[in-house]
């Protein structure tokens, strides 16, 4: 079995910072992309960023510039760093890995139970 935590979500006022951070644990011999999706209420579930094993990032449009994602291979962690926050940022954040068990079992997509960060004065 695999297990993702995300922490790190609460409140902020606009223009605030929070740092995001997810730990994938349990039956793992490989990571490959992870990545940060959220979901704000009333609306679908929609990419934020994901991060490859080597490095490679992608933002969605809405965070260029003030998100920053990253990742520690060696603690199967990955962060979301998030400055200049705005209401619309207010969603409940999920953590996604794409997890590969075991040597000879095919990848699965791993994800956690979400991490609230609301974003009002």
């Known amino acids: 079995q695999v297990q993702v935590v995300e922490s790190g979500g609460g409140l902020v006022q606009p223009g605030g910072s929070l740092r995001l951070s997810c730990v994938v644990s349990?039956?793992?011999?490989?990571?490959?992309?992870m990545g940060w999706y959220r979901q704000a209420p009333g609306k679908e579930r929609e990419l934020v960023a994901t991060?490859?094993?080597?490095?490679?990032?992608n933002y969605a449009d809405s965070v260029k510039g003030r998100f920053a994602i990253s990742r520690e291979n060696a603690k199967n962690t990955v962060y979301l760093q998030m400055n200049s926050l705005k209401p619309e940022d207010t969603a409940v954040y999920y953590c996604?890995?794409?997890?590969?068990?075991?040597?000879?079992?095919?990848?699965?997509?791993?994800w956690g139970q979400g991490t609230l960060v609301t974003v009002s004065s």
């Open positions: 996604n890995a794409d997890i590969r068990p075991t040597r000879w079992e095919r990848s699965l997509d791993a």
């Open positions: 349990g039956r793992i011999f490989s990571i490959n992309d």
């Open positions: 991060i490859s094993s080597g490095g490679v990032t």
